[in-house]
């Protein structure tokens, strides 16, 4: 996946990224629990690849 790929995925999916300033990443407030979800993206991000959605 290229940087303009990967841009346009983020991009599309705003209930997964959201924007923080340093203090808030550094400070992981907003992050989620655990890990597990690692393979649900993985695949949205090939759908992604395939379907442009």
């Given at each position: 996946?290229?940087?303009?790929?990967?841009?346009?995925?983020?991009?599309?999916?705003?209930?997964?990224?959201?924007?923080?300033?340093?203090s808030?990443?550094?400070?992981?407030?907003?992050?989620?629990?655990?890990?597990?979800?690692?393979?649900?993206?993985?695949?949205?991000?090939?759908?992604?690849?395939?379907?442009?959605?």
């Amino acid at each position: 996946m290229s940087q303009k790929q990967f841009d346009a995925y983020v991009n599309s999916r705003p209930e997964k990224f959201i924007i923080q300033n340093r203090s808030e990443n550094r400070s992981g407030r907003f992050e989620k629990p655990g890990v597990g979800d690692l393979d649900k993206i993985i695949i949205d991000m090939k759908n992604f690849q395939k379907t442009g959605k």
